[in-house]
C-alpha cells in the first residue's frame, strides 16, 4: 500500500504550532515512506473563512518547506462533488431529511440535561417521509444503532465507540451546504487517504466518518490523533505561550528547520538526539512513535535549538535571511560578502537571526551615539594615542584581511608595552559604539579601512573633549 497522508486546515484562524506539528508529522510520515502528502483546505465554515487565514496557510507551509505532492485543494471547489454524494445517499437511505427546529432541538438539550443524560439527537426524524411545510431541512446521516466501532489509534491504541451512543450526525445544513465532517470523508475516499494524522481533539469524529466511510464503500484510513502542545504552565497554548501565527516565527528570525526540529521532538524521540536536519527527520521518523501524553511548550528551548542550527547552517542559506532582518530594521543591505561574513562572525553569538541584525547593525550603518558607560571608560585622553596610531597602521596595511589587521593591533600593543586587550577594547567601542562585538580583528576586516579610519577619528574626537 502506498502511504498517502493530508493536512488540512481550516482557515477559521491563523496557522500556528500547534497546526504546523500536525502538519509536520503528516509531511514526515509520507516522505519516510516515499508516499504522497497532499495539503487541502476545509473552508467551508464560510462564516468565520479568512482570505487572510488562507494566506498564512500558504506561505507558512512554503516558508518551512513542507511542500505538497497535490494542493491545495478548496473545499468550497468541491461543492457539486459533495452534493452528489448526498443525494446517493439520501436515495440509498443512508441519509434522511431531519425537519426539527432550533427551538424543538433545544428542549430536547434542556431536557436531556435535566434528566442527566448525554445530550445527543434522538432520531425522531429517521422515519420521516413527508416534507413539514415551512422548515428548510439539515441532512443527517443515518448512523447504525447496533455494534461498535473499533478505532485502531498509531497514537492511543485500540479506542472502542458503541453505535448506541453515536447520534445522527447532520451532514448538510438547511442552506444546502455541506458540513465538515461530511466533507472531509468524501475528500479522504476521493484522495485516497490511507493515513490520517490529527489533532486528538478530532478522535470524537472519527467513528461517525469510519460509518460514512463503510456506507459509501471505502476502506477507511488509518488513524494517529496525536496529544494537543500545552503552554509552560501546563495551561491550553495560547497567545502568549507562542499559539501565534507561524509567520511571526519568520519574522522573529527563527530558521524553518530549527522550528521543524522543536515541533518534532514534543512527543516524538529518537534515542537521545536533540538536533535533527530535515533528512534524518525523514529517516527516522515513525508515527507509531509518538507519545500519547500532551507536550509542554518551552521558548528556551526553542531558541537554543534556533542557535544550533544557525551554527550548522550555510551562511549562503543566512546571509539573505539576515538581510531580510535588517531590511524590517531600516537597513538595506546588499553586499552579499559583508551579508556572509557578518553571518560567520556573529552566528554563535545570537540566537535568532533578528537578534543577530539588531546586534550588528554598526556593520551596516553608523551609530549615533557611544554607549556612555563604555565610552566614558575607554575613550580617553590616555587610549587616543593608540587610537591614533592604529589609524595609522590600518592605512599602510596592503592586502586588507583579519590576519593583516591582527598584526596592526599588535603592533601597537607591543610598541606600547599595553596587553592586547588595552588596545582592543578602546579600539572596538570607536567602531561598534559598545564594548561588545566578534573578535576586533574579523571586526574591524568586515568594516572596511575608510569606515574605521573614519570612526576611529570620530573617536578621538570624543576622547579629546571635542565636539
Not at 599588535?410 to 592586547?420: D, E, K, Y
Amino acid at each position: 500500500m502506498s502511504v498517502v497522508t493530508r493536512f488540512a486546515p481550516s482557515p477559521t484562524g491563523l496557522l500556528h504550532i500547534g497546526g504546523v506539528r500536525t502538519a509536520l508529522f503528516s509531511w514526515l510520515y509520507a516522505r519516510h515512506t516515499q508516499g504522497k502528502f497532499i495539503l487541502r483546505i476545509e473552508d467551508t465554515d464560510r462564516e468565520r473563512s479568512t482570505d487572510e487565514a488562507v494566506r498564512v496557510i500558504l506561505e507558512g507551509m512554503q516558508w518551512l518547506g513542507l511542500d505538497a505532492d497535490e494542493g491545495p485543494y478548496y473545499q468550497t471547489q468541491r461543492y457539486d462533488r459533495y452534493r452528489a454524494v448526498l443525494a446517493q445517499m439520501l436515495e440509498r437511505g443512508e441519509a434522511y431529511r431531519c425537519y426539527c427546529t432550533r427551538a424543538e432541538l433545544e428542549a430536547l438539550r434542556e431536557r436531556q440535561l435535566a434528566l442527566k443524560e448525554k445530550p445527543r439527537y434522538d432520531g425522531r426524524c429517521r422515519q420521516r417521509t413527508e416534507p413539514r411545510p415551512g422548515v428548510e431541512p439539515v441532512i443527517r446521516y443515518r448512523n447504525p444503532l447496533l455494534g461498535a466501532v473499533i478505532v485502531d489509534d498509531q497514537v492511543h491504541g485500540r479506542v472502542v465507540f458503541e453505535n448506541a451512543q453515536l447520534d445522527d450526525l447532520i451532514i448538510a445544513r438547511s442552506d444546502g451546504n455541506p458540513t465538515y465532517n461530511f466533507c472531509v470523508v468524501v475528500d479522504d475516499m476521493d484522495m485516497g487517504v490511507t493515513h490520517v494524522i490529527r489533532g486528538d481533539d478530532h478522535l470524537n469524529n472519527t467513528p461517525r466518518q469510519m460509518n460514512m466511510l463503510h456506507s459509501l464503500g471505502a476502506t477507511p484510513p488509518i488513524y494517529a490523533h496525536v496529544p494537543m502542545i500545552l503552554g509552560p504552565d501546563g495551561a491550553k497554548l495560547s497567545k502568549r505561550h507562542g499559539a501565534v501565527s507561524v509567520l511571526q516565527y519568520q519574522q522573529q528570525g527563527y530558521l524553518p528547520d530549527a522550528l521543524l526540529n522543536y515541533l518534532v521532538r514534543l512527543g516524538w524521540s529518537h534515542g537521545d538526539q536533540e538536533v535533527f536536519s530535515r533528512q534524518e527527520m525523514i529517516a527516522a521518523f515513525d508515527i507509531k512513535d509518538v507519545n500519547k501524553a500532551a507536550s509542554a511548550f518551552n521558548p528556551e528551548k526553542l531558541l537554543w535549538l534556533n542557535q544550533q542550527h544557525m551554527m550548522r547552517a550555510p551562511v549562503s542559506v543566512l546571509a539573505p535571511a539576515l538581510s531580510a532582518q535588517l531590511a524590517a530594521l531600516g537597513v538595506a543591505a546588499s553586499d552579499d560578502r559583508l551579508l556572509e561574513g557578518v553571518v560567520d562572525a556573529q552566528r554563535e553569538r545570537a540566537r535568532t537571526l533578528q537578534e543577530m541584525a539588531q546586534n550588528s547593525l554598526y556593520f551596516f550603518r553608523d551609530f549615533e551615539t557611544f554607549d556612555d558607560k563604555a565610552a566614558k571608560k575607554l575613550l580617553t585622553a590616555e587610549s587616543a594615542p593608540w587610537l591614533l596610531a592604529l589609524s595609522d597602521g590600518f592605512a599602510a596595511v596592503g592586502q586588507w584581511n583579519a590576519g593583516a589587521v591582527h598584526e596592526v593591533i599588535s603592533g601597537v600593543a607591543s610598541r606600547h608595552s599595553l596587553g592586547l586587550g588595552k588596545v582592543a577594547q578602546p579600539l572596538r567601542v570607536a567602531l561598534t559604539g559598545g564594548a561588545v562585538s566578534p573578535p576586533i580583528d574579523i571586526t574591524v576586516a568586515l568594516l572596511g579601512r575608510e569606515t574605521v579610519r573614519a570612526r576611529i577619528e570620530r573617536a578621538v574626537r570624543y576622547a579629546l573633549g571635542a565636539s
